[in-house]
């Protein structure tokens, strides 16, 4: 099982990214995809998610209407859009995969998260 993220980096305020997570080892369309993220001296924080299908999104308060997360079932592969990048945003950036299973058995991979810093 491989979840690897790619697409961080220095950007200015007000700058876009646009982060990858590509998966493998496992049922990509079965699971639930996150985006987390973790800034320096402070605690893991959720970012969003999608739904296995990609019908249904979630967004933190903090960046709703700036980030967008999707799905490509067929390339397995979860995105996040970022635009109007802010300072608090500078984090590294983890995406998550999990699956709820009979017996509630759960399944949850993360990557090794990339690093974002906005800056100018």
């Known amino acids: 099982v491989q979840l690897v993220e790619s697409g961080g980096g220095l950007v200015q305020p007000g700058g876009s990214l646009r982060l990858s997570c590509a998966a493998s080892?496992?049922?990509?369309?079965?699971?639930?995809m996150s985006w987390y993220r973790q800034a320096p001296g402070k605690e893991r924080e959720l970012v969003a998610f999608i739904n296995s299908a990609g019908g249904s999104t979630n967004y933190a308060d903090s960046v709703k209407g700036r980030f967008t997360i999707s799905r490509d079932n067929a390339k397995n592969t979860v995105y996040l859009q970022m635009i109007n990048l802010k300072p608090e945003d500078t984090a590294v950036y983890y995406c998550?995969?999990?699956?709820?299973?009979?017996?509630?058995?759960?399944?949850?991979?993360w990557g090794q998260g990339t690093q974002v810093t906005v800056s100018s």
């Open positions: 998550k995969a999990v699956r709820m299973a009979a017996g509630f058995k759960t399944y949850e991979y």
């Open positions: 080892g496992f049922t990509f369309s079965s699971y639930v």
